[in-house]
């Protein structure tokens, strides 16, 4: 093959049809990855377009089998509305290197009406079935570089409680040991945690695990320029309560505001006991582990990961967040005790 000598030898392999490289220009950056626009002529004539996004630090490695078993997962229920993925695997040059491949989508960097983007999340949510009939996923996934705990549970509490407590440690990892912030994860965990998603699986009710992307703001949410058909990618996938996939929207900073929040609990519908809902989904905006918090910040757990991924610019965030942690345990200082049973049932789903 010719044109290739820029590319690993695992890459060119993986390409599905062979052909020779006719151009590669980068395409999109992280803090943790690099992005290449591919273009390979097959020994047919025919052209294709690649995506290839390379993980070059050894410690986050894992994020392309991440991405690709999450964009396999949304592929196989929603497949219109996903970048197709087609590999993963080490650099053969350098091993402690990854690699992700997917199709090249000509995407607009605006996100789709709401209407569109509610259909195929509504899909998505009510028929997607969890392998296991528990909630987590077959491999970790990263929401950013921290990696969510995926290991298959029976209870969402357990699920989210757990992934808290990760995170917190993440923190103190970059900033050092934090007995108040230790303190404050237990006192938070044990009643926030537990008075507002106990009730979702005791009293007769119960929630489906359902697939969610994970990290579903309008910067993972687009419009194909060739089908004009809704396109998410970055998943960062689990099977969890289908309200958690809100959770990076209704903030100010984000064009998924309040109004798509509005729309799926009156077309999809909100979980049993419906009256906690919106707490829930405070709750769940809490848990965003992010890059995206601008000067407007709201104190959420986002603000937390983002002091301890750039401490120069965030560290400002660690204090008013650690409030805003207090206030929520104010709320609830009985935990799941100050729960009243109201109705049972199933939600939705």
């Known amino acids: 093959m010719e044109g290739t000598q820029d590319l690993d030898s695992a890459i ?27 273009e390979v002529e097959r020994d047919d004539g025919k052209k294709e377009v690649f995506f290839l996004k390379i993980i070059e630090r050894k410690e986050w490695v894992g994020m392309a089998e ?7 997962a949304l592929f196989e229920k929603i497949p219109d509305n996903v970048t197709a993925p087609l590999a993963w695997g080490m650099l053969q040059a350098d091993p402690t290197k990854s690699f992700f491949l997917t199709r090249f989508r000509n995407l607009l960097d605006s996100p789709p009406p709401v209407v569109e983007l509610l ?12 392998p296991t009939a528990k909630f987590g996923f077959h491999v970790t996934t990263y929401f950013g570089p921290p990696p969510m705990i995926n290991d298959w549970t029976d209870s969402w509490e357990e699920y989210f409680g757990r992934q808290f ?16 912030l230790v303190d404050l994860t237990e006192e938070f965990v044990d009643k926030v945690v537990a008075r507002l998603l106990r009730p979702l699986q005791t009293g007769g009710r119960r929630i489906k695990p359902s697939l969610c992307h994970g990290d579903l703001w309008d910067g993972n949410v687009q419009i194909d320029a060739d089908t004009q058909q809704p396109i998410i990618f970055d998943a960062a996938c689990f099977y969890g309560h289908s309200e958690m996939d809100l959770q990076c929207m209704g903030d100010s900073r984000y064009a998924l505001g309040m109004d798509f929040i509005d729309s799926y609990k009156k077309e999809v519908g909100a979980s049993e006991p419906v009256e906690d809902f919106n707490e829930r989904h405070e709750l769940y905006a809490l848990s965003l582990v992010g890059m995206r918090c601008a000067d407007n910040y709201a104190l959420r757990r986002c603000d937390f990961v983002v002091a301890a991924l750039a401490p120069q610019q965030w560290a400002k965030l660690l204090e008013p967040s650690k409030e805003h942690m207090k206030q929520m345990i104010a709320r609830y200082p009985g935990g799941y005790g100050d729960f009243q049973e109201g109705f049972g049932g199933d939600s939705k789903i």
């Open 12 to 38: 060119i392999a993986s390409f599905p049809n062979g052909g020779n490289v006719v151009s590669i220009v980068p395409h999109g950056k992280t803090r943790w990855s690099v992005g290449l626009r591919i």
């Open 165 to 180: 407590h990760a995170d917190m440690v993440y923190v103190q990892q970059v900033f050092g040991a934090d007995p108040e």
């Open 66 to 72: 991440a991405e690709y078993e999450g964009q396999k």
């Open 119 to 130: 259909t195929v999340l509504k899909k998505l949510h009510i028929d997607s079935v969890s």
